[in-house]
């Protein structure tokens, strides 16, 4: 019987691995299609585009101030438009076939990574974001949450989510490992873009792993796929709204540091290295931290947890201005990480635990929509700000506040229940 069918009181909780038996058995091998899948959005997303984003403006004669400018409203059109991706998707993945959808999201990506590699004119890098975003960060990005939410129950949804989170880390690490020393030994961006479109296009095979069966209640045996809220009442609550829109704002702040952190650190005075360096930090300490809050959500409210994260984001904020010396900036990482781990994993696990699986793809689509469309601010709001003051810093200084404020509302508000939804009729 899978762990998805089991309540939590009746298995451990830590999902051992201790043979093929029990990598099937305990639903691994669901979290782990997921977690790949979620690695292979992250071409499409602002932090895979900001490790080529140097050169490729060079490339395209972009690397001046009007061209960055020019560079960050093509992402701003282009993750807006493409967020709309996501209200699609959401509804073909709770009518079809997961597997085919899968498959049939991560070949469209992974062509269209392909021919960004071949662009040279201003209009096809408009294009290609367009699609990029829309195919990546927007569709499968709902893809690859839904395939893990809709396979266990709500009460194990927490844990199950922060090892997805956990094993998608080392592939995002590698992956920027990868491209960074492709860049360090002066592979060019499009040879790197056309070899990661293969990639993805490769990926679609795993699609014929994913299981078939559905989703059982663990003493009537009872298909419990259809339990849960709709879109309209999931809609129709403060807390779907709260929590989506401090993760969105959260998202936008986070995308506009991601896409010019090479450039915010060299105005503080430390070099490429620390760029890296500071990258794969923040990923290993959101990864190791994403388990702990996964037990976390288990005995405390999801806003609670959005709140403490926010503090911490807020504080990281505030200080990285003042950074002097490489530790400083080490530091922010580490901030960044714990707050960054924490929002991801609400991301993922707050939609069904709160509302159940019914619409979850539709109540994720949306979500994820609403990330998206903020996450499209963020790299021209700190464009701006950096044209106006010839400084990161303001922005840095005003979004920590908001998040401190923001952390007051997730403490305050109140959280429903997938139980209290009445069952599909």
């Known amino acids: 019987m899978s762990v998805a069918n089991l309540d939590a009181a009746e298995k451990p909780v830590y999902f051992p691995v201790l043979s093929l038996k029990n990598f099937l058995e ?6 782990l299609i ?11 997303r602002t932090h895979g585009l900001g490790m080529i984003t140097e050169p490729l403006l060079t490339d395209l004669n972009l690397s001046d101030s009007a061209g960055r400018n020019l560079y960050s409203e093509f992402n701003l059109w282009g993750t807006l438009i493409g967020a709309l991706f996501c209200i699609p998707i959401g509804w073909l993945f709770d009518r079809f076939d997961r597997r085919l959808v899968l498959a049939a999201n991560l070949v469209l990506l992974g062509a269209a990574t392909c021919w960004m590699s071949t662009i040279h004119s201003q209009t096809e890098l408009l294009i290609a974001i367009i699609v990029t975003r829309g195919l990546g960060q927007a569709a499968l990005s709902v893809v690859s949450i839904t395939i893990v939410a809709k396979g266990f129950h709500v009460r194990q949804l927490g844990l199950a989510m922060a090892w997805y989170a956990i094993l998608s880390t080392p592939f995002h690490v590698l992956l920027i490992q990868n491209v960074s020393a492709a860049r360090a030994i002066g592979q060019d961006w499009r040879n790197i873009w ?4 293969l990639v993805l296009g490769s990926l679609s095979i795993l699609s014929i792993f994913l299981s078939s069966r559905v989703l059982t209640d663990p003493e009537t045996q009872k298909d419990i796929s259809g339990e849960g809220a709709t879109l309209k009442q999931a809609l129709r609550s403060p807390a779907f709204w709260v929590i989506s829109l401090t993760i969105s704002l959260w998202g936008m702040i986070s995308g506009g540091i991601a896409l010019y952190n090479e450039d915010i650190l060299k105005e503080l005075g430390f070099d490429t290295k620390i760029y890296t360096d ?3 930090v923040v990923t290993v300490v959101g990864l190791a931290f994403k388990l702990l809050f996964g037990y976390w ?3 405390h409210s999801l806003g609670s947890l959005l709140g403490l994260s926010l503090l911490i984001t807020a504080a990281a904020l505030v200080c990285l201005p003042f950074a002097t010396k490489a530790w400083h900036v080490y530091a922010y990482s580490v901030l960044m990480g714990i707050g960054g781990g924490a929002v991801a994993l609400l991301f993922f696990a707050a939609w069904g635990k709160l509302y159940g699986h019914r619409e979850l793809g539709k109540i994720q689509g949306v979500a994820q929509m609403l990330t998206v469309l ?10 701006k700000v950096k044209e106006l003051t010839a400084s990161y810093s303001l922005a840095f200084q005003f979004f920590g506040g908001v998040f401190l404020v923001m952390a007051i509302i997730s403490w305050l508000t109140p959280m429903p229940k997938a139980e209290d939804y009445h069952s599909k009729s």
């Open 374 to 383: 903020l996450a499209a601010f963020g790299p021209l709001v700190f464009s």
């Open 26 to 31: 305990y639903g691994w091998l669901t979290i």
């Open 278 to 280: 500071s990258l794969q």
């Open 194 to 197: 056309f070899n990661i479109g």
């Open 297 to 299: 959500s288990r005995r």
């Open 34 to 44: 997921g977690a790949l899948a979620m690695t292979a959005t992250y071409p499409s």
